[in-house]
């Protein structure tokens, strides 16, 4: 989280927000590299996913980021507060 927001939050042991303005200003100048990720662990050398410049498509990345780091999946919301984005994540 903190490669988004440096001054994350956490809500407890399965909870994080990130305020995602900052990155997705800096995004824009970011090289298809940096946006580029194996599509799974077994196949990295093969196939992977290039990523926007959207906030949808960050919210994405860091989904697929945390399912190859512990195969667990995350939920997210997109909001313009943390409620909201709670809200939005069900």
């Given at each position: 989280?903190?490669?988004?927001?440096?001054?994350?939050?956490?809500?407890?042991?399965?909870?994080?927000?990130?305020?995602?303005?900052?990155?997705?200003?800096?995004?824009?100048?970011?090289?298809?590299?940096?946006?580029?990720?194996?599509?799974?662990?077994q196949?990295?050398?093969?196939?992977?996913?290039?990523?926007?410049?959207?906030?949808?498509?960050?919210?994405?990345?860091?989904?697929?980021?945390?399912?190859?780091?512990?195969?667990?999946?995350?939920?997210?919301?997109?909001?313009?507060?943390?409620?909201?984005a709670?809200?939005?994540?069900?």
């Amino acid at each position: 989280m903190s490669e988004y927001d440096e001054n994350y939050g956490s809500c407890g042991l399965d909870e994080a927000f990130v305020d995602l303005t900052n990155h997705l200003q800096q995004r824009i100048h970011s090289s298809d590299q940096q946006r580029t990720f194996p599509k799974d662990e077994q196949n990295s050398a093969t196939e992977t996913i290039t990523f926007g410049f959207t906030a949808e498509e960050t919210v994405q990345e860091i989904r697929l980021r945390i399912h190859l780091a512990t195969r667990l999946t995350a939920s997210a919301g997109i909001a313009c507060n943390m409620r909201l984005a709670k809200l939005c994540s069900g």
